[in-house]
């Protein structure tokens, strides 16, 4: 009788945890999502675009910008930042689907999230099929 009491009483407090638990994750999307939208609402105001960042070394990245109708690529530490040229669009090599993609933040972004998985993973495959011929 008391085992009996016992293991109900530990089923219970696994289900009380188990709820919490759920209640944390529910709140945590709903939370990231609220702020993701006040981000993107934030940002969208702005004149200029990151249309591309490379990671370089620990805390150093290499981007190229959009300001307007110039394009630069600049070299951001931790502590500074440095252009390092100013191109054209010619130059960077996008055409105009791409650039319309990039001005538009809900439209999918070559590479980006908006990408399916399944467009990605064809790219893949087509890229190591033609380096094995």
């Given amino acids: 009788m ?3 009491s ?3 009483n530990s089923f219970i407090q696994l289900l009380g945890v188990l ?3 759920i209640f944390v994750l529910v709140i945590t999307y709903f939370t990231t999502r609220w ?3 006040f981000q993107r ?8 675009q990151v249309l591309d960042s490379v990671r370089i070394a620990n805390n150093k990245y290499a981007q190229i910008l959009k300001l307007g109708d110039a394009y630069l690529v600049i070299a951001v530490g931790k502590d500074e930042v440095t252009m390092l ?3 054209t669009e010619e130059e960077i ?3 105009e689907d791409q650039i319309t993609a990039y001005q538009r933040p809900d439209a999918s972004a070559p590479g980006g999230a908006g990408e399916s998985f399944q467009e990605t993973f ?3 495959r087509e890229r190591f099929s033609k380096k094995q011929d």
């Fill in 6 to 8: 016992s293991s109900l």
């Fill in 85 to 87: 040229a100013k191109l």
């Fill in 122 to 124: 064809e790219k893949i």
């Fill in 93 to 95: 090599g996008l055409t």
């Fill in 2 to 4: 008391i085992l009996m």
């Fill in 19 to 21: 709820v919490i638990f």
């Fill in 41 to 48: 609402q934030k940002m969208s105001g702005h004149r200029f």
């Fill in 35 to 37: 702020i993701g939208g």
